[in-house]
Each structure stands twice: as C-alpha cells, then as structure tokens.
C-alpha cells in the first residue's frame, strides 16, 4: 500500500491508536475494525461506479423475444467487510413475463443476501463444525454475523449444486461411455470401502465412504475420498469414475480394501475384478474381539488371551488352522457362545482368499491402513455424527457432498464456478 495512504490512515486514528499502545492484541484488532470499515466503503464506493449489469436499452430472451431494461434496482448483501448496497440493472420480458437482473447470475449470487466470498467462508467452517458453532467463529474471525440457519441453507444450496454437477458427470458417462481421462499415473493403487450410518429423521440410514490412495515417487501419499447415501451399485459407479481419475487402468497393481460385506464384494466384482482383494485387518481383528467379548465378557483378560492367541494365526495366513481351532473351541459351548463362534467361523470361511495376509505382506501390499474405516470417520462421523445431530437426508447429503470437496481439495474450483447462481 502507499506510504501516504498509510501516513493518512494513521494520522487519522492516532488518538484511538494512542489509548491501546503497548497492547498488541487490541492494537490488532483495532486495525482489523479500522481496516473492515474502509473495506466496506471502498467496496459500495466501487460497486457504484460499475455498470451491474446494464447492457443497453434491451437484452435477449430465452422465449425467443426481447426483455426491455426497466431500472436499477437495489438490493443488499452481507459481505466479508459488511453490508452493503447494490444497484443492479432489472430487465423484464412482457411476453413470458420473465425478469432478470444479469449482474446477479455474472456476480455469482444467489437467494440469500450473502457475497459469493462470505458464502464461501460460511461453507468452509460448516464442512467441519455444526451450523451453531459456523455463525460463532464467523464472527469471531470475520466480524459478521451471519444466523445458523442462514449457513445451513447456503450450504444446502451449494452442496446440492454439487451433487446435480455429479449426477450429471454420472449421466454423461452413462450416455457416452468414455471414462475420465487419468490425472495422475501411480504404479499401485488402493481403493478402500466401507460404510457406516447416520441418524436421519427417520432413523439411521448407512452412508458409504471410500479412499483412493497412492504414492508418489517421493513415496508421500495422496488420497481423494468418496462418500455419499446413494445405493451400492450407484456409489459403484462413481467409486469406479473416481478410480479411473486417480489412474486405475494406468496402474500396474491395484488393490482393493474392504471388511467383506456383500455390497462391497459385488462391486470389487463388478468394477475391480483385477484388483487383489483383501480383508482390511482391522475389520477382521474386530471379528475376533467380538466373539471373543461373548465368550470370555469385553475387557477381561481372558478375552485379551483368547483373541490374542488367534491374531497370530490370522497374522500368518494359517486361516484353516485358526477354523480347525474354532471348530474345537464351537464343541465346548452352547447356546449364545456356539452362535459367536458360528458366526466368526462364517466370516473367515467366506473371506479366506482376502485373508492371506503373509502373502499381501510379502508383497509389499497395505493390509490394514486403516484408510477405509478412517474414511468413515474422518469424512463422515466427524461432522455427520456430532452430539445431537439428525439430519434431514437433503442436509446430509448436501453437507456431506461439500465435506468431500474440500477434502478433496477442489474448493478453489468449485467456487470458480459460481455455485450460488447455479
């Protein structure tokens, strides 16, 4: 900035200035209020010295006809530095009887009274913390203050824009055939699965999640996320379009990771026959807790002993001999005991091919990274399932479509396109 604008911006509030000396933090934020003033009025001072959307006597119509200019008309809209006041240009069609204010749509406006930047801001903080907690560190960050129920309808407004944006990405493929191109070229590719419920109105109802990881020739690790309510075949589809963007039919190996349930075994089937499927360690460990809280209680130490014992066994890749000893253990208890060990017997039988976890660790394969289930807790329960929250499926949906954006890290490209005005 200009030495002289600053002499004169400091000359003007000396006094102010001069009564916080010595106290850097209320010197900052006095600046900061200073600064968000003249930002407003340099803002309105700007905006009325544009056009906003007056492109002569007449424009055209999407019936076919002419929409005549009639007058500016005014609106107000919350910004980043404050309120201010836009005169825009108005055009009506007496034939459709259709207006228009073009500077709005050109602007990247929508509904509500908010800029395209305190949007923007609005949606970043919301992908992580609850509406309430939004409007609190808004104005503890920016000064505005902006209602909880005001963020949640832009964010629904502009996670819906994301989801028709892929629907219509879906569609396309759909209608064409012709996958993304490949915007990396990993020599090995993961792609993780798993799925976890939400509370809805209407109960809980199971979002799935996936991860899509490699790494570079640095052997740093990028991951890009999905997740979404759609149904398993649908979420198959876009998990596979992800995929195709993150190089999988570049990709020498590719390595698919899930907990063996039937959805994701029919789509490791229907989009990843060549990936190597294995049974994500940390889900069958889980199996072998379970049955071992029935047999021995949770948090005994003859529970830890028990389960213990078999980990080797499953560590190994000795699958029959951890079955032969479950067939042993299945004579020895009745009832609910029989059941558990049953039913951990069933998993192991129906996965022992994704189990061979001493030949995926020769390879150099990621057995347990974690990835799957960690998509489902760090995209989806760490804003979908905070204390007290149910969801309508509209607001998961669309907070949820917009968590995975900035995860993903396309903000910057989402909001190039102008989603309030979409």
């Not at 010295?49 to 005014?74: L, Y």
């Not at 609850?130 to 000064?143: D, I, M, N």
């Not at 929250?389 to 396309?410: C, F, Y």
Request: aromatic share 10%; proline share 2%.
């Amino acid at each position: 900035m200009d030495t002289r604008i600053i002499e004169q911006l400091q000359a003007a509030f000396s006094e102010e200035f001069r009564l916080v000396e010595n106290n850097l933090g209320a010197l900052e934020q006095l600046v900061r209020e200073k600064m968000q003033l003249l930002g407003q009025g340099l803002l309105q001072r700007i905006v009325d010295r544009q056009q906003n959307g007056h492109m002569g006597n007449s424009i055209p119509c999407e019936c076919g006809r002419s929409m005549r200019f009639i007058q500016h008309r005014s609106r107000d809209i919350h910004t980043l530095f404050g309120w201010i006041k836009l005169e825009r240009a108005y055009y009506h069609c007496r034939y459709c009887q259709t207006g228009l204010a073009p500077y709005d749509k050109a602007s990247g406006l929508g509904s509500e009274q908010l800029s395209p930047g305190l949007a923007r801001m609005c949606c970043m903080l919301a992908v992580d913390d609850s509406f309430a907690e939004s409007s609190r560190k808004l104005e503890q960050t920016c000064g505005q203050t902006v209602s909880q129920t005001t963020i949640e309808r832009v964010v629904q407004q502009v996670g819906s824009t994301v989801l028709q944006q892929q629907d219509r990405q879906l569609q396309d493929f759909i209608n064409h055939r012709e996958p993304p191109e490949a915007q990396v070229n990993p020599q090995r590719l993961y792609v993780a699965v798993d799925g976890t419920t939400v509370p809805e109105i209407d109960g809980w109802h199971e979002a799935k999640a996936a991860c899509v990881y490699w790494e570079n020739q640095r052997f740093e690790r990028t991951k890009r996320y999905l997740a979404c309510f759609d149904n398993s075949q649908r979420f198959g589809w876009c998990l596979w379009l992800e995929a195709c963007r993150c190089g999988l039919r570049e990709a020498k190996e590719v390595v698919y990771l899930g907990d063996g349930a039937g959805w994701i075994r029919s789509e490791h089937n229907r989009h990843f026959r060549r990936a190597t499927f294995i049974i994500d360690w940390f889900h069958a460990c889980e199996h072998l807790w379970d049955c071992g809280k029935v047999l021995f209680g949770e948090g005994t130490d003859a529970t830890r002993r028990w389960v213990e014992g078999r980990l080797g066994l499953l560590w190994d890749g000795r699958t029959k001999g951890l079955l032969d000893d479950l067939g042993r253990q299945r004579k020895r208890h009745r009832g609910r005991k029989r059941e558990a060990i049953e039913k951990l017997s069933g998993y192991i039988k129906a996965n022992e091919e994704q189990m061979r976890y001493d030949v995926f660790r020769a390879r150099g394969y990621d057995i347990g990274s974690g990835s799957a289930e960690g998509a489902c807790k760090h995209v989806i329960g760490k804003r979908l399932k905070q204390s007290g929250m149910i969801w309508s499926r509209a607001g998961s949906s669309a907070t949820l479509a917009l968590r995975v954006i900035w995860l993903n890290d396309h903000w910057d490209g989402l909001w190039s396109q102008k989603p309030l005005a979409a």
